[in-house]
Nanobody, 121 residues
Framework: VQLQASGGGLVQAGGSRRLSCAAS????????MGWYREAPGKQRELVAD???????KYADSVKGRFTISRDNAKNTVYLQMDSLKLEDTAVYYC????????????????WGQGTLVTVSS
C-alpha cells in the first residue's frame, strides 16, 4: 500500500488549507487513517485520526479548527485546516492501517511522504 499526500504550501495565519492523502495498491482494505505532524525540533505528534466507520479523534491543539474526513470509495483521507496558527507550521504525514486480501494476510501501517505546511504572519 502506498500513500500520496498533497495540499501543503504557504498560508497566512488565520487562513485555511486542505490536505489530501490517497492510498493505492492492490487487494487491500484500509482501516484507520490519520494525520501526524512534525514541527522543527519537535517529535512527530498525532493531529487527527478517523476509523473506517467515521469516528474521529483530535489533538487538543487542533480541536475546533481542523476536520478530518475520508472517502472510503477513493481510499482517501482529508484534513481541513482552518484558523491556522504559526505553531501549525510542520511537515504533515498521513498514515493508514491496512490489511491485504488474499491467501496470505498482511497487516501493516503505511505512511505518506509528508507535505509541508508553512503558516506565516
Amino acid at each position: 500500500v502506498q500513500l500520496q499526500a498533497s495540499g501543503g504550501g504557504l498560508v497566512q495565519a488565520g487562513g485555511s488549507r486542505r490536505l489530501s492523502c490517497a492510498a493505492s495498491g492492490s487487494k487491500f482494505v484500509i482501516n484507520d487513517m490519520g494525520w501526524y505532524r512534525e514541527a522543527p525540533g519537535k517529535q512527530r505528534e498525532l493531529v487527527a485520526d478517523i476509523t473506517s466507520g467515521g469516528s474521529t479523534k483530535y489533538a487538543d491543539s487542533v480541536k475546533g479548527r481542523f476536520t478530518i474526513s475520508r472517502d472510503n470509495a477513493k481510499n482517501t483521507v482529508y484534513l481541513q485546516m482552518d484558523s491556522l496558527k504559526l505553531e501549525d507550521t510542520a511537515v504533515y504525514y498521513c498514515n493508514a492501517d491496512y490489511r491485504t486480501l488474499g491467501p496470505v494476510l498482511v497487516v501493516g501501517r503505511a505512511w505518506g511522504q509528508g507535505t509541508l505546511v508553512t503558516v506565516s504572519s
